[in-house]
């Protein structure tokens, strides 16, 4: 293991100083918020159902989802506030672990967990902005380049993807609070659009559930299908730590990161249980199975063409507020490894007049919009989950790391629970990395090999790090 990490090359507060703090309580806890609802909860269920089909395990899957990230919010919750800088669990894994690790997390999280989830993310936006524009479809394929493991396809939907991500550059380009007042009303509208379909269902009743056998008798693998069903759940609450990325911007971050935290994913829990609830006294198993747009099926059984309308309005919504606070987020973990001294020097830069990190900004952004260019949506998020989950798990541990080396290190918050909770979002983790190794080895050994590419890019720029300190 790497020794713990040294002082950071630039002081902790001086680069976040340039800074403007204007991100209060309540704009942290929409961030958590924000940064998480986004395409999932209106498209994965109906392939969760094709895999498992049983409504007590779907049910349970996301009631286990939400436990994990709420025992993950309790454990990082403590480390948001024993270090409230820009760069979140790139912070958390560096004073654990030693900058090695914290850059391969950065490097991670530039080239796939975070550019990889804005694209994904921006993918699901173009799926449903082509209800209303038919022509922009993703179905629709404007050229092709022959490629040597095959045919390199271009659509409509995915340039629509990424001309998504670029006028969200453009918002937040011009200053935090831009951004955070945009993915504030968002996340208010999208939050209300998704609470009407709990209340629908609730007055038609339409299906009575069958929650007995909890396992289907035909299926082979319920342990293995489980897990695979898990990775879809995870995805849909990838990004709850995100608000702890940009706490260089947050008013009082010792205190507001962990609250934020805390109550951002008890929200997030009730809201997704209550949506997917919604679904089964909705549509039976055999209507869910297999549906990509289970969300807008759902609404046109209850309320007919104008429901489906209404669900397409709130994912565009939802999926547009997602990346507005991702795009934050991933900006900020760039400009945390600039300021280290562990990235390109140019990216440290703050403009001088917006008080943003423009050219993190804009380098990260670019990267995402290219991956909406270049695979599926289940490529995408299986890269994305594996590679988050394997990082998440080791700064959960970082808890147990850091209270042992540095005991009386100050601790404005301190994990409820410990070490019960933090030992059980580490586990539930193992697990799900475990899992999706096993059943998604192909995209899980390609995650591993984009994390281990940045290993050349760390001894180069620590090279130059310590060439720089030289007198």
């Known amino acids: 293991?790497?020794?713990?990490?040294?002082?950071?090359?630039?002081?902790?507060?001086?680069?976040?100083?340039?800074?403007?703090?204007?991100?209060?309580?309540?704009?942290?806890?929409?961030?958590?918020?924000?940064?998480?609802?986004?395409?999932?909860?209106?498209?994965?269920?109906?392939?969760?159902?094709?895999?498992?089909?049983?409504?007590?395990?779907?049910?349970?899957?996301?009631?286990?989802?939400?436990?994990?990230?709420?025992?993950?919010?309790?454990?990082?919750?403590?480390?948001?506030?024993?270090?409230?800088?820009?760069?979140?669990?790139?912070?958390?894994?560096?004073?654990?672990?030693?900058?090695?690790?914290?850059?391969?997390?950065?490097?991670?999280?530039?080239l796939v967990i975070l550019t990889g989830s804005i694209g994904t993310v921006a993918v699901g936006f173009a799926e449903y902005f082509s209800y209303f524009f038919p022509s922009l479809s993703t179905a629709n394929i404007l050229f092709s380049v022959p490629m040597s493991w095959g045919a390199w396809s271009i659509s409509a939907g995915q340039l629509v993807a990424a001309a998504s991500i670029a006028v969200i550059a453009a918002i937040n380009y011009v200053g935090v609070n831009s951004g955070n007042v945009l993915n504030a009303v968002l996340t208010v509208a999208k939050i209300g659009l998704l609470v009407l379909l709990p209340l629908l269902a609730l007055a038609s009743l339409r299906i009575d559930p069958v929650y007995v056998p909890v396992v289907p008798p035909d299926t082979a693998r319920p342990l293995a299908s489980f897990g695979i069903i898990m990775i879809a759940v995870m995805w849909t609450y990838e990004g709850w730590y995100y608000v702890a990325?940009?706490?260089?911007?947050?008013?009082?971050?010792?205190?507001?990161?962990?609250?934020?935290?805390?109550?951002?994913?008890?929200?997030?829990?009730?809201?997704?249980?209550?949506?997917?609830?919604?679904?089964?006294?909705?549509?039976?198993?055999?209507?869910?199975?297999?549906?990509?747009?289970?969300?807008?099926?759902?609404?046109?059984?209850?309320?007919?063409?104008?429901?489906a309308a209404l669900v397409a309005a709130s994912v565009v919504i939802s999926t547009f507020g997602c990346n507005v606070a991702a795009v934050i987020t991933c900006s900020r973990t760039c400009f945390a490894m600039a300021t280290d001294r562990r990235f390109f020097p140019i990216t440290a830069r703050v403009h001088p007049v917006y008080?943003?990190?423009?050219?993190?900004?804009?380098?990260?952004?670019?990267?995402?919009?290219?991956?909406?260019?270049?695979?599926?949506?289940?490529?995408?998020?299986?890269?994305?989950?594996?590679?988050?989950?394997?990082?998440?798990?080791?700064?959960?541990?970082?808890?147990?790391?850091?209270r042992a080396r540095r005991p009386d290190a100050p601790r404005p918050s301190r994990a409820w629970g410990y070490p019960v909770v933090p030992a059980l979002y580490v586990l539930g983790s193992v697990a799900l990395v475990w899992n999706t190794l096993m059943e998604r080895p192909g995209a899980s050994i390609a995650g591993l090999g984009l994390v281990a590419m940045g290993l050349p890019f760390y001894w180069y720029w620590s090279r130059q790090d310590t060439a720089a300190a030289r007198p």
């Open 355 to 402: 008080r943003t990190p423009h050219v993190a900004l804009i380098v990260t952004s670019a990267w995402s919009a290219f991956l909406t260019l270049t695979g599926g949506y289940e490529t995408l998020f299986t890269y994305v989950t594996f590679a988050s989950v394997l990082f998440g798990a080791l700064g959960g541990a970082a808890i147990f790391v850091l």
């Open 1 to 110: 293991m790497n020794t713990p990490a040294p002082p950071s090359p630039t002081p902790a507060g001086s680069a976040d100083d340039q800074l403007v703090k204007g991100i209060g309580l309540w704009g942290a806890t929409f961030l958590v918020i924000g940064s998480v609802i986004g395409s999932g909860i209106f498209l994965t269920t109906g392939g969760m159902i094709a895999e498992l089909p049983s409504t007590t395990l779907l049910l349970t899957a996301w009631v286990a989802g939400g436990l994990l990230a709420m025992a993950g919010g309790l454990t990082y919750a403590e480390m948001g506030a024993m270090y409230p800088r820009s760069g979140g669990l790139y912070v958390f894994l560096t004073e654990a672990y030693g900058p090695a690790v914290g850059f391969l997390f950065g490097w991670a999280c530039m």
């Open 245 to 307: 990325f940009a706490a260089g911007e947050i008013k009082d971050a010792a205190r507001n990161v962990p609250r934020s935290l805390i109550y951002g994913t008890v929200a997030l829990t009730l809201i997704y249980l209550a949506v997917n609830l919604a679904y089964v006294y909705t549509l039976s198993v055999e209507e869910m199975s297999g549906v990509t747009r289970i969300a807008e099926k759902a609404a046109t059984v209850l309320i007919g063409p104008a429901g």
